[in-house]
């Protein structure tokens, strides 16, 4: 049934477009994570004015953009999280060729939370978020997070735990990096896009998270950076592998990205990344493009789309708020480009 | 072939294809729902409807949380609902001036087709800062019934039900009101004229006599309650525990399907989603003709 939907949709959004492409128009649909779909729209935008291509991307969600590509029903896919081998193997299998991954744009995801009488930013280890979320610690004034706090009195009273009910990049990224800090979180929990919470309740979208705390005393949640930036929260500062506090901030998410290793298919995950000034809870976000394009004009649109993507598009990041790639990543992608054929 | 001769003809087939198309949506829904769900009917059988693990990272999947906060959710806006909403149109069809009466219902059905986002951000930023602070209240008076024990962070089970029961009312009341006044005038002459008062009138002529009608209305309002997603998953805490405290947060079934379909991956995953879908449309099923059924047995009773 999902496949049939994701023809209509598609059917749908050709229809839509047709009527205003000019004949030269090259047309090329694209659909996945709604994380970067702000940075994507004016991308998209941006490019079909210097161009004669035109690119529909509907933002459905990272598992939903997996599907479609590789049931081939848009010309390339979007997601926050890499695609797993079972994932490519399913790609390989259904398609008879590779799909690569190119990373676009960063993310990355804060603590938040509402303690009566506590203003200003808290500092997290990573051992307190992964005790909290896993319902060991539950009370504000435990020693892993008095220890952390010096100066800062913190109240006895039971942490309420919130977290994303809807399956989502955000939560991904933070189980990630759960995962990573706590052996039990990795073999209680696990990472996912949707999780088994030991504890919590759920708000839909950043700002059921955000609503929730700011409506619950004592709670705490995790939402977007860009959220966070946008909406003037208050978040904490969350310890790093090199063992500083540091506030989240476009630079320390980049710079999380920098201090990681970069392999061959770009499928890397940069959360408690090295560094010292990296931020810890960071990732990328990618675009899933098949290896083999046999349509000359939509393969001459994409790869040209991620050139200028790497290049021009890279200085419209900060406006909207999106951390850009490190020089290095986006050298390595414009090599990877020419794997494209 | 038979010749269609007069409009009769022409009417009879154009309804009957408008029935038959509806027949048909219906069966290929539960069929679509039936075939995309293979992978976990196969791999979990009946146990599906019983356990009440929800891990995506271990494909482990059980409907059973979900089941009880649908039906839980929906019972306490019937519990609420129903008596407001038939009072409310007691009052209006028979007891309020026209006037009145013409505005008010005006206003009611208004407030039918309000998007349900719409009471679901209500619900967030007036009732559950207002459930908070009547907490104490209702602890002080229900506190000893397991039903309003543990913690309340507002987002809860009775949060949602309050909710469901402020968007079935308008239903209730407006269809109610409609049947009441359709009530033959005689049947009121006949009861005055032996002497009944007006209020012993209404509740033992009119109402029994309108019943259906009003039952009707509450299907409608069930049904509606059954299948709301985006006000309850605002409201209700998202949590795949049974708890028996309406205190505490639940899960239904619409809010989970409307959360996590967007971005599950895997057959195993989508599959069990579409499995849920499939156990909505059976429980509506299952209760309406529970209702139906309650009906059927009063009805009876009423008659001999």
């Known amino acids: 049934m999902t496949r049939r939907i994701f023809i209509v949709n598609a059917a749908l959004a050709t229809v839509l477009t047709m009527g205003v492409a000019s004949a030269q128009e090259v047309l090329i649909n694209a659909a996945g994570a709604t994380f970067p779909y702000p940075m994507y729209s004016k991308w998209f935008d941006e490019y079909h004015k210097k161009t004669n291509a035109q690119i529909n991307y509907a933002s459905i969600g990272s598992g939903g953009g997996i599907a479609q590509v590789t049931a081939g029903t848009v010309d390339f896919g979007a997601s926050d999280g890499p695609m797993t081998d079972e994932q490519i193997k399913a790609f390989q299998d259904k398609r008879g060729m590779a799909i690569l991954h190119f990373p676009t744009v960063l993310g990355a995801v804060v603590p938040t939370y509402n303690i009566p009488g506590v203003a200003g930013s808290l500092n997290f280890t990573g051992e307190a978020l992964a005790g909290i979320y896993l319902g060991k610690i539950t009370k504000w004034n435990d020693p892993e997070l008095t220890k952390a706090n010096p100066g800062v009195k913190l109240p006895g009273s039971n942490i309420v735990v919130v977290h994303r009910s809807d399956g989502s990049g955000t939560t991904y990224i933070w189980t990630d990096y759960l995962s990573k800090i706590s052996k039990e979180w990795e073999t209680r929990v696990g990472k996912a896009t949707s999780v088994k919470w030991p504890v919590g309740l759920g708000g839909k979208g950043n700002e059921g998270v955000s609503g929730s705390v700011q409506q619950t005393a004592n709670s705490i949640g995790y939402v977007e950076l860009i959220y966070a930036i946008q909406n003037k929260m208050t978040y904490g500062k969350v310890k790093n592998a090199a063992g500083d506090f540091i506030q989240a901030s476009l630079a320390g998410v980049t710079a999380a990205a920098a201090g990681a290793t970069m392999p061959d298919d770009f499928r890397v995950s940069i959360t408690n990344a090295p560094g010292k000034t990296a931020y810890p809870i960071s990732s990328f976000t990618w675009l899933l493009i098949p290896a083999k394009i046999a349509d000359p004009a939509k393969k001459k649109a994409i790869t040209g789309f991620l050139s200028w993507m790497l290049t021009d598009g890279q200085k419209m990041t900060a406006a909207l708020s999106y951390a850009p790639l490190p020089n290095a990543v986006v050298t390595k992608e414009m090599k990877a480009i020419a794997k494209i054929q | 072939?038979?010749?269609?001769?007069?409009?009769?003809?022409?009417?009879?087939?154009?309804?009957?294809?408008?029935?038959?198309?509806?027949?048909?949506?219906?069966?290929?829904?539960?069929?679509?729902?039936?075939?995309?769900?293979?992978?976990?009917?196969?791999?979990?059988?009946?146990?599906?409807?019983?356990?009440?693990?929800?891990?995506?990272?271990?494909?482990?999947?059980?409907?059973?949380?979900?089941?009880?906060?649908?039906?839980?959710?929906?019972?306490?806006?019937?519990?609420?609902?129903?008596?407001?909403?038939?009072?409310?149109?007691?009052?209006?069809?028979?007891?309020?001036?026209?006037?009145?009466?013409?505005?008010?219902?005006?206003?009611?059905?208004?407030?039918?087709?309000?998007?349900?986002?719409?009471?679901?951000?209500?619900?967030?930023?007036?009732?559950?800062?207002?459930?908070?602070?009547?907490?104490?209240?209702?602890?002080?008076?229900?506190?000893?019934?397991?039903?309003?024990?543990?913690?309340?962070?507002?987002?809860?089970?009775?949060?949602?039900?309050?909710?469901?029961?402020?968007?079935?009312?308008?239903?209730?009341?407006?269809i109610s009101r409609e049947v009441i006044r359709a009530v033959p005038t005689e049947q009121r002459e006949g009861a005055l004229a032996l002497g009944a008062t007006k209020w012993e009138t209404t509740w033992d002529v009119v109402i029994p006599f309108a019943r259906t009608g009003i039952m009707g209305s509450i299907f409608l309002a069930l049904a509606r309650s059954l299948g709301e997603t985006m006000a309850v998953t605002m409201v209700i805490g998202n949590d795949p525990a049974i708890h028996a405290s309406l205190f505490a947060p639940g899960y239904s079934i619409a809010a989970v399907i409307a959360n996590e379909f967007a971005e599950a991956t895997g057959d195993l995953y989508l599959g069990s989603l579409i499995e849920l879908g499939l156990v909505l449309f059976g429980l509506t099923i299952i209760i309406n003709g529970l209702a139906r059924v309650l009906v059927l047995s009063t009805t009876k009773k009423g008659a001999s």
């Open chain 2, 1 to 174: 072939m038979h010749r269609l001769r007069s409009g009769d003809d022409i009417a009879y087939v154009i309804t009957l294809t408008c029935a038959l198309t509806i027949l048909a949506l219906t069966a290929l829904l539960v069929f679509e729902l039936y075939k995309n769900s293979a992978v976990p009917r196969h791999q979990f059988g009946w146990s599906f409807l019983v356990t009440s693990t929800w891990d995506p990272v271990t494909g482990e999947f059980g409907a059973l949380p979900f089941i009880y906060g649908t039906v839980v959710t929906s019972g306490l806006a019937l519990f609420l609902g129903i008596p407001l909403g038939v009072g409310a149109a007691i009052f209006l069809a028979e007891l309020a001036p026209a006037k009145i009466s013409n505005a008010l219902t005006f206003l009611i059905e208004l407030l039918a087709a309000v998007p349900s986002v719409i009471f679901g951000l209500l619900g967030i930023f007036v009732l559950v800062p207002a459930l908070i602070a009547l907490e104490p209240v209702i602890r002080g008076v229900l506190g000893w019934t397991p039903l309003f024990s543990g913690p309340f962070y507002g987002v809860s089970m009775l949060s949602a039900g309050v909710v469901l029961s402020v968007m079935i009312i308008p239903f209730i009341i407006s």
